[in-house]
C-alpha cells in the first residue's frame, strides 16, 4: 500500500514511472525518493498543467483514454482515474491535503459500480497512520494500524479483518542509525510464529543453524567496476532457503537493474534494466521473463523540450502498444 500513491502521482513525469520498487528502504533512501517526488511537483507546478489524459492505441489501431491525472495548482496531484474498454470507469484515487497531513482514497469499479475503497491517512511527514479497506456496502473488510518512535522508524504494523479482528502485526526494532535490527511476526492470536534477523553476522552457516526458527536478512552495498551503487538484499528463510535480490544504482542513484536469485537457482537473473537521460527521466525500460534473459517488454519514452512526458511505445508480445498524453493547463 505505500508506494501505491506514489505510482500515480509519478506516473507522468517521474524518472522513475515504471521502475521496480525496493521494499526493504533505508530511511535515507525514503528521503531521497521523496526529494524526487518534490522535483516531480515543481515541474508539474512551473509547468502550469490542470490535468493530463493518456490515449492507449492497441495493436488492431484502436486508440481509447486510459487515465486523467488531475493536478492542484501546487502541482501536486489531487485525482487520478484509469478507465477500461468504453471508457468505463475502473479505478479513482484523490488525495485530499489538510494542515495535519492528506487522506488518500483509493476506489476500484466493477462495470461503473464501486467495489473496493480504501482510505489511507498520512501525517505532515508523510507518515502512513492507517489504511481501512471498505467493501461495496461501506463496510470496513480490513485495517492496516501503524506506529512510530521519536526518531520517525516504523515499530508496529497491526492488521486486522472485519469487525475488529486480529490477523496477524508486525513489530521491528532498530540500530541506533536507524537500520532496521530485526523484525517480528505475529498471527491472529498474538503468538510470535516468525523473527527476522536483521545481522550479517549471524547469517546461519550449518544445517542446525539453517534448520532454527530464526529467519535472517542481510543488506549490505557494494560498488561495481563503474561505480554504481550495489544493493544486496539476502534473506535466510528455513530449511535452508536463501533468496537475493540486487539492485543497481547508477550515480544519481536511479535504479538501473534489479537481479534474482535463490538457493536452488543460484545463477543470478535480470528481471529489470533501464536508462535515463541527463535529467534522470527514463528513455528505455526492459522486462525479462522470470528465471530466464528472455525480455518480454521494452518500455521507451519521449519528451518535449520542458522535459514532459508525451509518449511511450511498449514492445510487448501479446500485447504491444503506445501510450500519447494531452495536457491542461490553468
Known amino acids: 500500500m505505500r508506494n501505491l500513491f506514489f505510482i500515480a502521482a509519478l506516473l507522468f513525469f517521474s524518472a522513475n514511472c515504471f521502475a521496480q520498487y525496493d521494499w526493504e528502504m533505508s530511511k535515507d533512501e525514503i528521503q531521497a525518493q521523496r526529494m524526487k517526488t518534490n522535483v516531480v511537483y515543481k515541474k508539474i507546478k512551473e509547468n502550469h498543467l490542470k490535468n493530463a489524459k493518456q490515449y492507449i492505441t492497441d495493436k488492431n489501431g ?120 530485526a523484525a517480528r511476526w505475529y498471527n491472529g492470536k498474538n503468538k510470535l510464529k516468525d523473527v527476522y534477523s536483521y545481522d550479517c553476522a549471524t547469517l546461519p552457516k550449518t544445517a542446525k543453524e539453517m534448520d532454527e526458527d530464526t529467519n535472517r536478512a542481510c543488506i549490505k552495498y557494494e560498488y561495481d567496476s563503474k561505480g554504481n551503487k550495489m544493493k544486496m538484499v539476502e534473506n535466510h528463510y528455513k530449511r535452508g532457503r536463501i533468496y537475493l535480490t540486487r539492485f543497481t544504482y547508477d550515480k544519481n542513484d536511479n535504479l538501473i537493474k534489479e537481479e534474482v536469485s535463490n538457493s536452488r537457482k543460484p545463477k543470478l ?60 493547463k490553468y
Open 62 to 181: 484502436k486508440t481509447r483514454l486510459y487515465s486523467v491525472v488531475e493536478y492542484s495548482t501546487e502541482g501536486k496531484q489531487s485525482a487520478y482515474s484509469i478507465y477500461g474498454k468504453k471508457e468505463v470507469l475502473i479505478i479513482r484515487s484523490q488525495s485530499i491535503i489538510d494542515k495535519d497531513g492528506e487522506t488518500y482514497i483509493y476506489e476500484t469499479y466493477n462495470n461503473g459500480k464501486l467495489r473496493e475503497k480504501w482510505e489511507t491517512r498520512r501525517n505532515s511527514k508523510e507518515m502512513i497512520l492507517v489504511s481501512t479497506g471498505y467493501n461495496k456496502k461501506g463496510n470496513v473488510f480490513s485495517k492496516y494500524e501503524y506506529t512510530y518512535d521519536t526518531s520517525d522508524n516504523n515499530t508496529s504494523m497491526v492488521v486486522t479483518k472485519e469487525k475488529g479482528k486480529p490477523l496477524f502485526k508486525w513489530e521491528y526494532d532498530y540500530y541506533p542509525n536507524g537500520s532496521k535490527k
Open 269 to 328: 537473473y535480470t528481471t529489470y534494466e533501464a536508462e535515463y537521460d541527463a535529467q534522470n527521466k527514463p528513455v528505455s525500460v526492459k522486462y525479462y521473463k522470470p528465471r530466464s534473459s528472455k525480455i518480454y517488454a521494452i518500455y521507451t519514452y519521449a519528451y518535449d523540450l520542458g522535459g514532459v512526458i508525451t509518449y511511450i511505445s511498449c514492445v510487448e508480445k501479446r500485447n504491444p502498444r503506445t501510450m500519447k498524453y494531452q495536457y491542461e
